[in-house]
């Protein structure tokens, strides 16, 4: 792929954000006049009473249904979103912005920064999920819309329905996060960490300064990519799958490559991430992950009290990342807090990924979900 | 560290093997004539019954107790053997013999090959557990020793031990392994192949032909020890250690480096682990891991049929690398085949490394039945 910035290809639409005031971020750092590319399904009622906001997690993008003009393939929500769908785009008027700092269209690494006339490159400030958040919020405004029915998302994309309860509860009618906890714990930065130096060690790296030399760190992407999908799924469903099965031989070569289908289903996803991401966008957007904390005091009750959001919370049992106990902690901090939580444990063999899956439970959770609270909120 | 062959510096004696007829590995190639180094603890009684034969895990070597030559610190089961330790040196003939493809002495990537006067480099044949057993058993032969009271190891020294009862029956009194099933799971293998592909993107893996270039992939070999790493300790144990406590810092930098406790502790070990071993012994070790199969038609307890060696199996609840249901299963299979088998899963937080760790269940466990076979050897 060309490693350059996305901006100018066809992601949907782009806003220009912050024309007259900066959006300060958490590291103090300001961007102003800055991109936030969009994608939209289905149309905004005339009271703009009916709009989902689907935030996307650290690998996703603003393309939720539909073919990807990237990839060919179907949106990572296609399932969900489409006429009849759980999110009904007969009925809902769908929103997804590809986050800053990603690499579809929004501001990131690869935008041009306007104090040097150059791509931020490893200058782009870094990040929060509640960066993100203030980012989209700077979307409504643009767009018009005073408040969502619906703000959901699973992963990076659960945290940031979360934060949106935290910081814009006014704004927010509904939320559902799906396989996230309360703050990034040390093995989910150990995690990241790992992927990370992957990156940072690759010679094409060049200080992060590869835009315009025609090499990038995809090695190294592609070997955090492999890490990331291997956490993204579960061991049970590995050894289901692909077991000690060789691949494309009868024994094994005694060399040091691929002998297992497991290891080439890893590596396929490793070369396959590559073509569509940005290494920068990679370490920017796993670094705002790392600093998740809802409550960086411990204390989640008191900061969710007052709020009056209903919430649905998802987890799925072999997920080993974001472990069901973590969102489970978080369901009883929160329902302590006055809020209404649904919360349930999902059987799903498919690990971490099952919120991007068919998981038939957890579907029907959902569509009680939001059809309970579209009835509350007058959009039956 | 010096990247070349480890073989010149005194890490206990050296024996070669294999003078008169060649070890004919799983993979055909035949290793003529080859060093193994080894260290021993204790006295070898004149009935040469009281032998006990330690096999080292991964990133072991034969320095099990007392100092270490090259890190300066103890040897890795320094805890358990010794005088009057439960591996009693007053007692009992403590041997370990660093594997063949390691880099502390024994034939391995950096020894000559005979065929061409220079390093095998990445030419060095690919080995299984099997291959390893059989190399230690010419070792025995080598030192005048029909059989050993005891084989014991964890993790991979816990594969050689099983792959001894499977091999050499008659040669083993009795065997006891920690943290290990019965074969390499396909989560086993993926981790494995991530960090070797960090390994081969190095640029400065050349081929495998690094040794004399000055260069070596440590990089690499880093981020797969990263990796490693975080695989034997367990997510409950990092949170109650680190959590997400800064390092050396009060807010995060908001850059890519480190931010997190959790972060610097991967570094250090990944960095510390590179100033002594090599990284092609890396990649062969981990293939002859994860081809390790008791049974590759699945039926364990066939295989283990009519053996009569008394076998202690331990496994550790955290342990999310070599899971005790795989350990419990083996268990399973080995009675059935009528094998008496001392099974327990113990409670500790530190994963995987916990055989390597003071757990006292494990411990008592362990004396219980050393003490037990020692009676009935009649070693008391």
């Given at each position: 792929?060309?490693?350059?910035?996305?901006?100018?290809?066809?992601?949907?639409?782009?806003?220009?954000?912050?024309?007259?005031?900066?959006?300060?971020?958490?590291?103090?750092?300001?961007?102003?006049?800055?991109?936030?590319?969009?994608?939209?399904?289905?149309?905004?009622?005339?009271?703009?009473?009916?709009?989902?906001?689907?935030?996307?997690?650290?690998?996703?993008?603003?393309?939720?249904?539909?073919?990807?003009?990237?990839?060919?393939?179907?949106?990572?929500?296609?399932?969900?979103?489409?006429?009849?769908?759980?999110?009904?785009?007969?009925?809902?008027?769908?929103?997804?912005?590809?986050?800053?700092?990603?690499?579809?269209?929004?501001?990131?690494?690869?935008?041009?920064?306007?104090?040097?006339?150059?791509?931020?490159?490893?200058?782009?400030?870094?990040?929060?999920?509640?960066?993100?958040?203030?980012?989209?919020?700077?979307?409504?405004?643009?767009?018009?819309?005073?408040?969502?029915?619906?703000?959901?998302?699973?992963?990076?994309?659960?945290?940031?329905?979360?934060?949106?309860?935290?910081?814009?509860?006014?704004?927010?009618?509904?939320?559902?996060?799906?396989?996230?906890?309360?703050?990034?714990?040390?093995?989910?930065?150990?995690?990241?960490?790992?992927?990370?130096?992957?990156?940072?060690?690759?010679?094409?790296?060049?200080?992060?300064?590869?835009?315009?030399t025609?090499?990038?760190?995809?090695?190294?992407?592609?070997?955090?990519?492999?890490l990331?999908?291997?956490?993204?799924?579960s061991?049970?469903?590995?050894?289901?799958?692909?077991?000690?099965?060789?691949?494309?031989?009868?024994?094994?070569?005694?060399?040091?490559?691929?002998?297992?289908?497991?290891?080439?289903?890893l590596?396929?996803?490793?070369?396959?991430?590559?073509?569509?991401?940005?290494?920068?966008?990679?370490?920017?957007?796993?670094?705002?992950?790392?600093?998740?904390?809802?409550?960086?005091?411990?204390?989640?009750?008191?900061?969710?009290?007052?709020?009056?959001?209903?919430?649905?919370?998802?987890?799925?049992?072999?997920?080993?990342?974001?472990?069901?106990a973590?969102?489970?902690?978080?369901?009883?901090?929160?329902?302590?807090?006055?809020?209404?939580?649904?919360?349930?444990?999902?059987?799903?063999l498919t690990?971490?990924?099952?919120?991007?899956l068919?998981?038939?439970?957890?579907?029907?959770?959902?569509?009680?979900?939001?059809?309970?609270?579209?009835?509350?909120?007058?959009?039956?």
């Amino acid at each position: 792929m060309n490693h350059e910035p996305l901006h100018d290809r066809a992601l949907g639409e782009r806003a220009v954000l912050a024309e007259t005031a900066p959006l300060v971020l958490a590291s103090g750092a300001r961007l102003e006049r800055f991109p936030l590319a969009y994608k939209t399904y289905g149309r905004l009622d005339a009271a703009r009473s009916n709009v989902i906001l689907v935030a996307h997690a650290l690998s996703g993008d603003q393309v939720v249904a539909g073919p990807h003009p990237l990839t060919g393939r179907r949106g990572w929500w296609d399932r969900l979103v489409g006429p009849g769908r759980i999110l009904d785009t007969d009925r809902y008027f769908v929103l997804c912005a590809n986050v800053p700092g990603g690499c579809m269209g929004s501001v990131g690494p690869g935008s041009i920064d306007p104090e040097t006339g150059r791509p931020y490159g490893p200058d782009f400030p870094g990040l929060t999920i509640a960066d993100m958040v203030r980012a989209e919020a700077l979307l409504l405004d643009h767009l018009g819309i005073e408040d969502v029915f619906l703000v959901i998302g699973g992963s990076m994309g659960g945290m940031q329905a979360l934060e949106w309860v935290r910081l814009f509860p006014g704004r927010v009618f509904a939320a559902a996060a799906f396989a996230v906890g309360a703050r990034h714990s040390a093995q989910q930065i150990a995690l990241h960490a790992i992927g990370r130096q992957a990156i940072l060690n690759d010679p094409d790296y060049q200080d992060g300064r590869y835009y315009g030399t025609g090499r990038a760190p995809v090695g190294g992407l592609a070997v955090a990519r492999m890490l990331a999908h291997l956490s993204y799924r579960s061991p049970q469903e590995l050894e289901a799958r692909f077991g000690r099965a060789l691949q494309d031989r009868t024994a094994p070569s005694f060399g040091f490559g691929i002998d297992y289908q497991v290891e080439s289903y890893l590596a396929h996803h490793g070369h396959r991430f590559v073509e569509r991401f940005d290494p920068l966008s990679y370490l920017v957007i796993t670094k705002a992950m790392d600093h998740f904390d809802l409550a960086p005091d411990g204390d989640v009750t008191a900061v969710f009290r007052g709020r009056e959001t209903p919430l649905m919370l998802a987890a799925y049992d072999t997920d080993w990342l974001y472990p069901p106990a973590e969102t489970a902690a978080l369901a009883a901090a929160l329902e302590a807090a006055g809020l209404a939580v649904d919360f349930a444990v999902h059987e799903a063999l498919t690990g971490h990924d099952s919120f991007l899956l068919e998981v038939p439970s957890a579907d029907r959770a959902l569509k009680r979900f939001v059809e309970s609270c579209a009835a509350r909120r007058g959009l039956a």
